[in-house]
């Protein structure tokens, strides 16, 4: 989790960020898929954390952005109880064959962190659904804030992008930090037995959090 220190509003100006670093990584995904990533890590991002803007392709003027969580149950260890595994996957592909950036961001939980995250689970599996698991631990529903992203697509020169998302609030957010959001391009469905209610739940969302607008029909429909 980032460091109080380091909290900012949400929709606060980001102040400037610089590229630390950037080399060639060659990615391989489970199912064979292959791409290379221009992998860049930055100084000064607002919450201090260290998170990662993978260029794939060739970018546009309006390149295709994703915005990815880190979830180390679904990206590593291909956890069905949510879609973040197969979206990351998605979009990599997506990106690279439109031109853009994958953005990593270490936001474990929707920002709650791993072991808060697991905590949820196990709340979620005596019948709360995904947001109430986080409020009944005294955590927020949703408690990212994209002021990082934002100031890694700025120092990009990615200030128009088209967002690879379901989710309003990225792109409530990204606008409010000074990044035109062109277009919200809509990811697809990954459903399994395991993830349906979760998806459920996402698709209509909470007052809070709003819905991720998913078409869903019930597993083998």
């Known amino acids: ?41 930055f100084h000064g991002l607002a919450d201090g954390a260290e998170h990662l803007a993978l260029r794939l392709g060739e970018p546009t003027d309006t390149p295709l952005v994703r915005l990815h969580s880190e979830c180390l149950t679904g990206d ?40 808060n995250k697991l905590d949820a689970y196990a709340l979620q599996d005596s019948g709360l659904d995904t947001y109430q698991a986080n409020t009944a631990l005294g955590l927020p529903e949703d408690g990212r804030d994209y002021t990082a992203a934002a100031q890694m697509l700025t120092t990009l020169g990615a200030t128009g992008i088209r967002l690879l998302s379901n989710n309003p609030d990225k792109a409530a957010q990204l606008t409010a930090l000074g990044i ?39 597993v083998g429909a």
């Open 1 to 41: 989790m980032p460091h109080p220190e380091h909290q900012q509003q949400h929709g606060s100006r980001p102040g400037p960020a610089t590229v630390r670093s950037q080399v060639r990584i060659p990615l391989t995904f489970g199912d064979g898929y292959r791409v290379e990533a221009e992998v860049h890590t």
């Open 76 to 115: 590593v260890f291909g956890s069905d109880r949510c879609d973040c595994g197969p979206q990351l996957r998605e979009a990599a592909e997506r990106i690279a064959e439109s031109g853009g950036y994958l953005l990593y961001l270490r936001q474990e939980g929707r920002g709650i962190g791993l072991y």
């Open 180 to 218: 035109a959001v062109t277009e919200r391009v809509p990811t697809g469905v990954h459903l399994s037995e395991s993830n349906v209610r979760y998806l459920h739940t996402k698709a209509a969302g909470t007052e809070l959090t709003r819905g991720h607008g998913l078409p869903l029909l019930p």
